[in-house]
């Protein structure tokens, strides 16, 4: 069983990561939920990150608010994709479960030095602004991470904010950069993943079906959150990017990728935060990260379904 902090900027599919997260205990033990800044401003992603544990049933989770701005650059939001409110789609009553007093940044950074060495995993899904400000303010909690399975980045596909970035990237490239160097193994899920996981009708009525609460708030959250992905792109569903993260925790055997050199860009306006992925090994610079390619989709939505179905 991996124990987790999920870092988290919700937004629908942050939610839909949470949830199947929450949903399976027996693989995962959610040891705390940090918020950040991202897709929306740190005082929506927090209550939302609250609200999100209230509809799973789970006032007891601890959630902790994060950093509420990049490391180094002014904050870009997401309100385009994910609505005003970060979590635009259903209707979800105002949190009354507390935020923890404690910065977010800290609870890293305590968990990790109390917890036995190797045994908590990082589930960045939004900026990794709270993550790289742990490793520079306590640098001695970089070797005690048992693994960082992110979403974040794109090669392939490349971006969705710029044409060279992803969003998570391009929020805080100086955060990412901060990560990819740090040394901690690495799972990536970018772009190149997510956009084979799409949420079809068939699939979004699927989670409609399941008839629970929380069934009906996934497809809610998937109606509302997929108009973007349908009039930008013309694709036939939202892709449910930040459950990628949370599926391989449970069925690692549902992805493919390489494990690569994966650099940030940092300095030029024109690329800022694109994942430079040595993928066809190109270059001598050593392996970082497991940049995940491909998805099977069908087990995928399976496994969401079926966690849901237990909220
Ligand atoms: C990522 O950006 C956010 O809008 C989503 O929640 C996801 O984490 C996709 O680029
Ligand atoms: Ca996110």
């Known amino acids: 069983k991996r124990k987790i902090i999920i870092d988290t900027d919700p937004g629908q599919d942050d939610a839909v990561a949470i949830l199947l997260a ?45 950093c509420d701005r990049p490391m180094g650059r002014p ?93 998570n990237i391009y929020v805080d490239p100086q955060a990412a950069d901060i990560v990819f160097k740090s040394g901690a193994p690495i799972v990536v899920m970018p772009l190149d993943v997510t956009h084979k996981a799409l949420v079809t009708p068939a699939r979004n009525d699927a989670f409609r079906n399941i008839g629970n609460r929380v069934g009906i708030a996934v497809a809610e959250m998937t109606d509302f959150f997929e108009r973007f992905d349908k009039e930008k792109y013309g694709s036939d569903g939202a892709p449910l990017h930040d459950p990628c993260v949370t599926a391989y925790l449970i ?38 990260a497991t940049f995940m390619g491909d998805v099977d989709s069908d087990g995928f939505f399976a496994l969401i379904a079926e966690r849901i179905a237990r909220l």
């Not at 940044?105 to 899904?125: H, K, M, Q």
């Not at 742990?134 to 399975?149: G, L, N, R, S, Y």
């Open 251 to 288: 069925k690692p055997e549902l992805f493919k990728g390489r494990h690569i050199n994966v650099e940030i860009e940092t300095q030029s306006e024109l690329t800022m935060g694109m994942t430079v992925a040595d993928w066809w090994g190109v270059t001598d610079r050593p392996a970082n």
């Open 75 to 167: 904050l870009v939001t997401a309100e385009h994709v994910h609505g005003e409110t970060g979590l635009n789609g259903p209707v979800l009553p105002d949190p009354t479960m507390p935020l923890q007093e404690q910065h977010g940044v800290d609870f890293i950074i305590d968990t990790l030095r109390a917890e036995a060495s190797g045994t908590v995993t990082l589930c960045p899904l939004g900026p990794l602004t709270n993550i790289a400000t742990a490793f520079e303010k306590a640098p001695d909690i970089v070797e005690k991470v048992q693994e960082i399975v992110l979403m974040g980045g794109a090669y392939f596909e490349v971006g969705n904010i710029t044409p060279a970035a992803e969003f």
């Open 22 to 66: 929450l949903g399976s205990p027996e693989e995962i033990e959610v040891l705390g939920i940090t918020a950040v800044a991202g897709n929306v401003p740190l005082s929506l992603t927090e209550s939302n990150a609250r609200r999100v544990c209230e509809l799973a049933g789970r006032p007891d989770v601890k959630v902790f608010a994060g």
